[in-house]
């Protein structure tokens, strides 16, 4: 899911050619560039052939033997040289006249393979002399001829030899990089406005709302922060990476209220988070991808053992909270239950890891069918045929002399950050967001004591948009690209990833400091809740398709959901 997860954002955040721009609010301006050499550069050029890939000697020879008086053109078996340039024929040394002589005729095949025996000699020897000789240098130095330097320097290079520059960061660029790099990063200016009001003291809803709409941005530049730094390290530690910081807003807001003893929020806030992927994000991954398109399918397998895992955490809360209501001992052993439970959670997820980066890296390699998109009005059809034609025309234009052309989507992509820009966004950006998040975990309690609000509505529903804006934006663009695995990763691994690694951590992170109201026992509205969520997902993701009408009853769900909170 992980390696789902960064081939997503990197799907959302670029426009790759030839496609139409997306809306994604979190798209990068620029395309990231991609790592190149000389050997990949010559691999994409096209290559022609002409009248001097073809010895002439041997053309002339071999129709002679086969055609024998029939003399065919002068460059028969050859493409047209360049229009650019003028190029004469060379003059033929063959007579008008046809031979007849059985004894002339082999003669004339004696001279033609000394002449091209000769030729190619000569033509070694060429090849040898030139390659001996060193590229002298233009400029001053070229006009007064050859130098010590140009002696010592080696005749010649293989180019898959020569390093490859990296590329070169400069102040401005890095600038452009990390804050000008997106539409959405104007509302960062939200963060000091947010702790100016705080500071102030101003009413508590507008520091919520100010705070609220700051960790936005700076959620999506905490990611950007990760892939940078996840490009210079392997899949494994790209994975792991991904894993510590994939659900760090979520991670970071229930640490804040943790140490207020707000355990309500704690608890609300990471069912809701993993309620709004499910449910939210993938109904409408489901709705927009689907909607132009019959059905999309996915990894079947990939969606079961994301499914697996999900009954397993929801299990993993049934249990301890059943045990605190139906149990008979006379001492309350629910925060036993629960840290254990946590503990054996955590080492579930250390095993997924485990599988899906070194084990069974495969399947998750593995693609998934592809569907075309629906036709929406009766002119589409024929715009489309003359679409293909006037791309046939093209096509059957270049390739008359195109031999070999290779696509370049595949080639690594470089790094737009220095390594050491890239950590100092990603510490910047998660300290922001922690003074942020406890800034609006500080005035929810003001928030709600009016009785307009309840806890259980903050805590399910407001928080968590938070965390998942930028997630659920990278889910949704890449389902309208047909790219469901990728779409599926991000919406089913980033509520794994809570219930396997983040809630489990809270529980110890508790236990550690003594606080034993956070346990695996929740109430028990929101144990239903999650099971009935965790219920139609793993229903509708079995069959490994999906169409418009089942993101319908995910975000109709979630509706039902979001309505019983607000009255709850």
């Not at 130098?147 to 070169?168: L, M, Q, R």
Request: glycine content about 8%; charged content about 20%.
């Amino acid at each position: 899911m992980h390696k789902y997860r960064r081939e997503a954002r990197q799907l959302a955040w670029y426009d790759q050619d030839g496609e139409p721009s997306s809306h994604n609010p979190f798209k990068k301006f620029r395309r990231r560039p991609q790592r190149t050499n000389s050997m990949q550069l010559e691999d994409q050029l096209v290559h022609s052939r002409s009248m001097g890939d073809v010895n002439l000697s041997q053309d002339r020879r071999r129709r002679a033997e086969f055609n024998g008086d029939i003399e065919g053109p002068a460059y028969a078996g050859t493409f047209p040289p360049v229009p650019t340039e003028s190029y004469e024929p060379a003059p033929s040394n063959r007579s008008d006249e046809p031979i007849n002589d059985p004894a002339t005729l082999s003669n004339k095949r004696a001279l033609d393979q000394e002449s091209v025996t000769e030729k190619n000699q000569n033509g070694n020897e060429a090849i040898e002399s030139t390659a001996g000789q060193t590229r002298q240098r233009k400029g001053l130095f070229g006009k007064f001829g050859r130098h010590k330097h140009d002696e010592e320097t080696p005749a010649s290079e293989p180019d898959d030899e020569k390093p490859v520059d990296g590329p070169k960061f400069t102040f401005a660029s890095q600038i452009r990089a990390t804050i000008l790099n997106s539409w959405i990063n104007v509302l960062i200016l939200a963060a000091p406005v947010g702790i100016a009001l705080f500071a102030v003291g101003v009413n508590p809803i507008a520091v919520f709302v100010v705070n609220f709409i700051a960790i936005i941005p700076l959620a999506a530049m905490l990611s950007y922060a990760t892939e940078e730094i996840a490009m210079r390290t392997g899949e494994t530690i790209g994975g792991l990476l991904n894993a510590s910081f994939g659900n760090a807003v979520e991670l970071i807001v229930a640490i804040i209220a943790l140490q207020k003893r707000n355990v309500l929020i704690v608890q609300t806030s990471l069912i809701g988070s993993m309620l709004s992927n499910l449910l939210l994000v993938m109904g409408m991954c489901f709705f927009f991808g689907g909607i132009n398109r019959v059905e999309q399918h996915f990894n079947v397998v990939v969606a079961q053992t994301a499914a697996s895992l999900l009954s397993l955490a929801v299990a993993s809360l049934i249990i301890p909270t059943a045990f605190h209501q139906w149990s008979d001992s006379k001492t309350d052993n629910t925060a036993a239950v629960s840290r254990g439970t946590a503990v054996l959670l955590l080492v579930t997820y250390g095993c997924y890891l485990f599988f899906q980066l070194k084990s069974h890296i495969d399947m998750y390699n593995a693609p998934s069918k592809k569907v075309e998109k629906r036709n929406k009005k009766s002119g589409d059809a024929s715009r489309g045929i003359a679409r293909i034609g006037k791309m046939t025309a093209r096509l059957g234009a270049g390739s008359a002399q195109e031999v070999k052309m290779t696509d370049g989507d595949d080639e690594p992509e470089e790094p737009q950050l220095a390594l050491w820009v890239a950590i100092l966004t990603l510490g910047l950006s998660t300290a922001l967001v922690a003074v942020c998040a406890e800034f609006m975990v500080d005035s929810i309690e003001p928030l709600t004591a009016t009785g307009g609000i309840s806890e259980t509505f903050v805590g399910l529903i407001l928080l968590p948009i938070v965390g998942n804006a930028a997630e659920h934006a990278t889910a949704v663009t890449v389902a309208c690209k047909d790219k469901m695995d990728l779409a599926i990763g991000v919406a089913v691994g980033s509520s794994m990833q809570i219930a396997l690694l983040v809630l489990p951590f809270i529980v110890v992170l508790g236990w550690c400091e003594g606080i034993n109201d956070m346990t695996l026992n929740f109430d028990s509205f929101e144990i239903i809740l999650l099971f009935v969520s965790v219920l139609l997902v793993n229903y509708l993701i079995g069959d490994g398709k999906s169409h418009w009408l089942e993101g319908v009853l995910l975000m109709m769900m979630y509706l039902i959901i979001a309505l019983a909170a607000w009255f709850f």
